[in-house]
């Protein structure tokens, strides 16, 4: 069955430093999201994108962040300039044809930041 | 008030027992409903989608929407030890936009 992919699964960085959490989308679906959770949270919404733009975004997805699809396949969510706070697991989803709204996920990237 | 809210937990229930999870949202233009398992260290994974009112099920699963009320609720019959997961409420105003998640409620079967 297909599947999203995310990497790295850990990544461990200094405040201040870029991170690049990559994802490849299940290869239908049209939809993808970036979601993040912090340990003992609830899942919160960062940003969707569709058709090569953002279509929607959380007070969360601030000028620190943004996203790309850069080949076509690959869907990337960037952090220019990390703070202790972003540490958090950060869940690539995509949607699939017909707009259901059904979420599959990847199994995430753990970011923390020390 | 929060957008999405679940029954708090943790709600522990026998093997072979019904779990009922609850959830009511605050958006009344929301169209979308979902039901995500999660394991410990794990992702959600989708358990169930409701669009209209009255009962969906998938095998053992349930689940229910009373628009009028805001009310979503899944049933687990027949619970079984590998149920044991934290289930999220999600909502959506479109088939796609943002879900909001509620803050899930941990389930326990007891063997």
């Known amino acids: 069955e297909p599947e999203v992919t995310q990497t790295p699964s850990h990544q461990v960085t200094q405040m201040g430093q870029e991170v690049i959490l990559r994802c490849v989308p299940i290869?239908?679906?049209?939809?993808f999201y970036w979601y993040r959770q912090i340990l003992g949270q609830k899942v919160e919404f960062l940003v969707s994108?569709?058709?090569?733009?953002?279509?929607?975004k959380s007070e969360i997805f601030d000028d620190q962040f943004s996203v790309e699809r850069p080949d076509g396949s690959n869907f990337t969510l960037k952090i220019r300039s990390t703070k202790l706070e972003d540490s958090a697991m950060y869940f690539c989803?995509?949607?699939?044809?017909?707009?259901?709204?059904?979420?599959?996920f990847g199994e995430g990237s753990r970011l923390t930041v020390l | 008030q929060k957008e999405v809210e679940q029954n708090s937990g943790p709600l522990s229930v026998p093997e072979g027992a019904i779990a009922s999870l609850n959830c009511t949202y605050s958006?009344?233009?929301?169209?979308?409903f979902f039901w995500y398992r999660q394991y410990s260290g794990k992702s959600p994974e989708l358990i169930m989608s409701?669009?209209?009112?009255g009962d969906k099920e998938d095998g053992r699963f349930t689940a229910q929407l009373n628009k009028a009320s805001q009310y979503v609720s899944l049933l687990i019959r027949d619970s079984q030890p590998s149920d044991s997961a934290t289930y999220l409420c999600?909502?959506?105003?479109?088939?796609?936009?943002?879900?909001?998640f509620g803050d899930g409620t941990t389930l326990t079967v007891k063997p």
């Open positions: 409701i669009y209209s009112n």
């Open positions: 999600a909502v959506s105003r479109t088939n796609a936009g943002k879900s909001t």
């Open positions: 290869s239908n679906h049209l939809y």
């Open positions: 994108f569709y058709n090569n733009e953002i279509s929607e």
């Open positions: 989803a995509s949607n699939r044809r017909g707009n259901t709204g059904e979420l599959f």
């Open positions: 958006d009344r233009v929301s169209q979308s």
